[in-house]
C-alpha cells in the first residue's frame, strides 16, 4: 500500500460514491467479493470507490494499484465509517448502479 492512500478520508469517499452514482461503472471494475453497501441502499464496488477517492484526493490520475487484497481494501473503508462486508448479491447488484 502506498502512503498516500492514507490520505483518503470519508468526505473524499462520499465524494467517490457520487461520482459513481452520476457515471456507472465499468463491468471490469465491478467487486467479485465484497460491496461498500451505502446509506442510500447501492452497493458499490470497494477498490473502485477507494480508486476514484484517491483520484478526487490528489487530483491526479488513475491509480494503478492501492491496496491488493479485498480483504484490506473493505478493512480501509470500515475505518472509515462505511459499511464494507461479503455480500451474497455479487455481483448483480453492483450492475444495479449502471441502470437508471
Ligand atoms: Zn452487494
Do not use: W
Request: with cysteine; aromatic share 6%.
Amino acid at each position: 500500500m502506498t502512503a498516500r492512500v492514507n490520505l483518503i478520508n470519508s468526505a473524499h469517499i462520499a465524494a467517490a460514491i457520487s461520482y459513481l452514482d452520476e457515471n456507472g461503472v465499468d463491468e471490469r471494475n465491478l467487486s467479485h467479493d465484497y460491496c461498500l453497501k451505502a446509506d442510500n441502499g447501492h452497493h458499490y464496488p470497494p477498490k473502485e470507490v477507494l480508486r476514484r477517492a484517491f483520484m478526487i484526493c490528489t487530483n491526479g490520475p488513475r491509480p494503478k494499484g492501492l491496496i491488493a487484497s479485498g480483504t484490506r481494501t473493505a478493512a480501509y473503508l470500515r475505518q472509515r465509517g462505511y459499511r464494507a462486508e461479503k455480500c451474497g448479491e455479487l455481483p448483480s447488484c453492483q450492475e444495479r448502479l449502471n441502470r437508471h
